[in-house]
């Protein structure tokens, strides 16, 4: 199993839409995740932070599961601006040391 | 908010010449930067841990001296890539911890595009 995995779509979906994105992470004593944002040929930019259960941010909610050891990040009400590719990332070692990225999810909002 | 600062952003060289990248903390101190590459569509990969003062980390299968990571000062760590060839051609990210209170926050450098001729 990989250390974190991805579907990485591409998600194309409206203007409008609501979309969601899993990401499973194998270290089960990982205690904090975080969403990033990359467009393409860019820098990652932090998106959210999630350290209990979830997160929410306006249009953005994360949610940790960790008996299943997965997080989603769901997007509301999409934006032409959303597109990008979101990585789900994990501290391997409980802090910034070393993360581990997952391959990213790409999402295409459509008008 | 905390800058860094990454040059060049695209290089095209060569094979067989050496390629210096910098990363630069603006407005803070970095003891500790981080150096990953991304071929497309792919993660991310941590290639090495740059620690001011001292040697860096590399991760495993990251050749030390191909990777030549320097960090002499708090604010700037440079990667030379040593005798570049066709396959090192990537994407290269550095980033850096900034403590802010009791938290540690990743700020990432804009990417280094190198094309190996």
């Known amino acids: 199993r990989k250390e974190v995995e991805q579907d990485p779509g591409p998600f194309n979906v409206p203007e409008g839409a609501t979309v969601a994105f899993n990401c499973t992470y194998s270290?089960?004593?990982?205690?904090?995740f975080f969403w990033y944002r990359q467009d393409c040929r860019k820098e990652p930019k932090l998106l959210m932070s999630v350290y209990s259960s979830g997160n929410e941010d306006g249009r953005f909610t994360a949610q940790l599961n960790r008996a299943s050891q997965y997080i989603s990040l769901l997007i509301r009400d999409s934006k032409l601006s959303d597109s990008a590719t979101y990585l789900c990332?994990?501290?391997?070692?409980?802090?910034?040391?070393?993360?581990?990225f997952g391959a990213g999810t790409r999402l295409a909002v459509h008008p | 908010g905390a800058v860094v600062s990454q040059h060049p952003s695209r290089v095209i060289c060569k094979s067989g010449t050496s390629v210096k990248i910098e990363c630069r903390s603006l407005d803070f101190q970095a003891t500790t930067m981080f150096w990953y590459r991304q071929f497309p569509k792919k993660s991310l990969m941590l290639m090495a841990t740059?620690?001011?003062?001292?040697?860096?980390?590399?991760e495993q299968g990251v050749e030390k001296d191909k990777f030549l990571i320097n960090h002499a000062s708090l604010t700037l760590s440079t990667l030379t890539v040593t005798s570049a060839h066709p396959e090192d051609s990537s994407f290269y990210i550095c980033s850096a911890l900034k403590w802010e209170g009791a938290n540690e926050k990743l700020f990432f450098g804009s990417g280094t595009q190198l094309s190996v001729l």
């Open positions: 740059s620690n001011e003062g001292s040697k860096a980390t590399y």
């Open positions: 270290n089960s004593a990982s205690q904090s």
């Open positions: 990332v994990v501290p391997f070692s409980g802090g910034y040391n070393k993360l581990i």
